[in-house]
């Protein structure tokens, strides 16, 4: 079945620190990628999308994520976090066979002091 | 300039009461979709629509009802109302199926 994975519900690091969150599709045919960022009481928003034009996606507020096909991933990365990056943050994968995106369970990310 | 709206942003109800969820966009977007947010369980699609008149279930449908008379309303009706359909209820739309989707606020219901 189709499923995408983020490891770690809830990661903590500190302001200025690297911020890794990870995610991992089921499928070895390149799917479509996103990157959602939910901040509290709000809806999704798009941080960033993969559609293979290029392995390596800019998003918004200086986060990226690298399109790894051998290792079925997609992890978002940001090299300094600051306190307003605290939020959820959901990875979601589009196959092209389907209609409808699956979304992971969400990392949580806060930012300590 | 409103995008996607939702109402009620909340709501109390009680078991076996019907409830709609209302969703308007304002983009003329094809691709209408509802979504229920749970603890552990991230974003669950419930149904979604790709144009006026065409729905079909997502994954979690159950419980619940759609319509789309017109592109930009998507209501969703809970017949009778369940404790198990507390939850946060996003709706979002999309030109296209594989394009980009853009959510609302969010509905919080509680069923009592």
């Known amino acids: 079945a189709q499923s995408v994975t983020q490891l770690g519900s809830h990661v903590s690091v500190s302001e200025g620190a690297l911020v890794l969150l990870r995610c991992n599709y089921s499928?070895?045919?390149?799917?479509?990628l996103f990157w959602y960022v939910q901040y509290p009481n709000q809806g999704l928003q798009l941080l960033l999308k993969?559609?293979?034009?290029?392995?390596l996606v800019k998003g918004i507020n200086g986060f990226e994520a690298e399109f790894k096909k051998s290792e079925t991933s997609f992890h978002l990365t940001k090299p300094s976090a600051h306190m307003s990056d605290a939020a959820e943050y959901f990875c979601a994968v589009l196959y092209s066979s389907a209609s409808k995106i699956i979304f992971g369970s969400g990392t949580r990310l806060s930012i300590r002091p | 300039d409103a995008g996607i709206t939702q109402s009620p942003r909340y709501k109390i109800t009680e078991t076996g009461r019907q409830v709609t969820l209302m969703c308007h966009q304002t983009?003329?977007?094809?691709?209408m979709f509802w979504y229920r947010q749970d603890l552990g369980h991230g974003l669950r699609l419930i149904y979604y629509s790709a144009a006026a008149d065409i729905t079909d279930k997502g994954e979690v449908p159950d419980g619940y009802v759609v319509s789309r008379s017109k592109t930009e309303n998507f209501p969703l009706t809970l017949e009778s109302a369940t404790r198990s359909q507390t939850s946060v209820y996003f709706c979002?739309?999309?030109?296209?199926?594989?394009?980009?989707?853009?959510f609302g606020p969010g509905t919080r219901l509680l069923v009592l």
């Open positions: 993969y559609t293979s034009a290029a392995t």
């Open positions: 979002a739309s999309s030109v296209g199926s594989q394009e980009t989707q853009y």
């Open positions: 983009w003329s977007h094809s691709y």
């Open positions: 499928s070895s045919v390149p799917p479509y």
